[in-house]
């Protein structure tokens, strides 16, 4: 990996934070070369997987399609090196230096912005700057958005393992209850503190070392119903 240049660390020493404009990215670039980059939108400050992809009424969204120019620096906020635009992760922190003249300003959407591109503007910065990938990024990107619905993330087994570890689940939950189940990507795998991590929309309500302690959760559950 390059180090970024003496001189584009000098500029950004030089930056005050009203230059700089702060978001959160849906991840890789497209097909034409864009990242999808979000400060915030109508339901909050996070890019999240489940949101619908049917019209929205009154959505907007603070986003930018951001492109890589020709002096376009992207590098590593810790490490300072010049790091790929393929590796970004959905959710994860961006710094665009400088902030563009809309900065603030809202477009107004059908749809989720992930599944509405094309009436999203574009902009073109000169440095964008890549934070740390946290196990919020990957836990708030995964969350459920309805109640009643439990989202596990997790890491460790195949697809195979995991539906016949989670195959009594089904049975435990409760009216109008669902239950979905996520392998993680190696990179937000490695965020996790713990190997298993249950959501629900109201965020992480189990942290488990094993698949049985998940399960354990719902047998518990079941029990007090039953009493």
Known sequence: MKKMSLLALLWLTA???EDSYE???AGPTDGFGRILFSAGDTFGPVIQE????HPLDGYEAEAFHL???EE???YDEVT????SVDTLMPNQRLTIYPAPDTAGQSTAL???LTYQPRFIPAYVPEEIVVHPLEEEDVTSFYQPVRDGDFRLIGRGLSEEELLYRMQSVPSMLRERERFS????DQQQAAQLEHNWVLLTSEGQVVQADTPEEVVGFFEERLEDDET
Do not use: F
């Not at 489940?50 to 992809?53: A, C, E, I, K, M």
């Not at 300072?80 to 790091?83: A, K």
């Not at 189940?181 to 993680?184: F, H």
């Open 72 to 74: 376009t620096v992207v």
């Open 80 to 83: 300072g090196e010049e790091v």
């Open 23 to 25: 978001g959160r990215t």
């Open 50 to 53: 489940d949101r619908s992809r």
């Open 15 to 17: 930056c005050s934070t």
């Open 181 to 184: 189940a996520e392998l993680l």
């Open 67 to 69: 492109m890589k120019g």
């Open 110 to 112: 059908q749809r989720y």
